[in-house]
């Protein structure tokens, strides 16, 4: 990764009747507005950022409009990320919800500074509602950019340990994972973000970016409590907006101490990969 990368993890909260292409363009506005205040390298964007979250019960209508805004990759949304990023260098991550023939993926895509489309990460495991409307992805890519390799999960996938250690022993340098929780009284969101962000971080010496949206949507209210997690599990935490720096010497440090892929015991792990389990 580059020696230093100034992040920005936006809690951005999309409307959900302006359709994807304008919740894009202030997605696109927001890049710029950051761009212009001060060096920005990376900008993240929470799960879904370009449409509403699915209802808790299944609603036919929602799923009609849904499918309606629903756009391929690439294509008109990521027209207008390219475009933003072509404009201002930074790197975007950003949840879409994708349209890929008849079935639709809850997505994220990550556009390089030069405006390129590097890639798209397909949630694999999803929650509850979503299995209504959405079909699962099958892996977990690492994408290379020119700031560093990223590897990309959305919410739910982060309850998986494998998912993040897939990516690192992949390569990837620095972990996004974008979020769409909801307030619930059982349990308290920001501590769960940091808590996840900072395990995640430290058991596989990267970075870690978790970037929850806002709002109040037929889902419930989305409360944000993003986090930014260094190597060594250290967190920055913010509301509306998280800045931080990432440093590519503190990375380096930290899997001299303890790395993943150095110091794994895969023969010993052997019971992950029986029948019935799968890595």
Not at 7 to 15: G, K, N, S
Not at 70 to 75: A, C, D, E, L, R
Not at 148 to 156: A, E, K, M, N, T
């Amino acid at each position: 990764m580059k020696e230093h990368i100034e992040v920005a993890a936006v809690e951005f909260a999309p409307d959900p009747r302006d359709g994807a292409v304008a919740n894009a363009r202030r997605m696109g506005e927001t890049v710029e507005r950051l761009a212009a205040e001060r060096r920005t390298d990376l900008v993240v964007f929470p799960e879904l950022a370009d449409s509403a979250y699915p209802p808790r019960s299944f609603d036919a209508d929602f799923a009609t409009r849904l499918r309606r805004e629903s756009h391929p990759v690439p294509g008109a949304v990521t027209d207008v990320l390219r475009r933003a990023a072509r404009a201002t260098g930074a790197t975007i991550v950003a949840g879409v919800s994708e349209r890929a023939g008849a079935d639709l993926h809850n997505s994220a895509v990550v556009i390089s500074g030069a405006g390129e489309l590097v890639g798209t990460q397909r949630k694999v495991h999803l929650w509850t509602q979503e299995r209504h409307y959405y079909r699962g992805g099958d892996r977990f890519d690492v994408f290379d950019t020119d700031i560093g390799r990223l590897g990309v999960s959305i919410c739910y996938d982060s309850r998986f340990p494998e998912s993040s250690r897939v990516q690192a022993i992949a390569g990837a340098e620095i972990l996004v994972c974008l979020f769409a929780l909801v307030a619930d009284p059982e349990f308290s969101g920001e501590r769960l973000l940091v808590h996840r962000a900072a395990t995640r971080a430290l058991e596989n010496s990267a970075y870690y970016i978790a970037c929850n949206r806002r709002g109040t949507e037929d889902a419930g209210e989305f409360f944000g409590g993003s986090v930014v997690a260094a190597p060594n599990g250290e967190t920055s935490v913010g509301a509306g907006l998280v800045r931080s720096r990432l440093d590519r010497a503190r990375l380096l440090r930290a899997r001299e101490y303890a790395d993943p892929r150095r110091d794994r015991r895969p023969e010993v792990y052997t019971s992950l990969v029986t029948a019935g389990h799968r890595l």
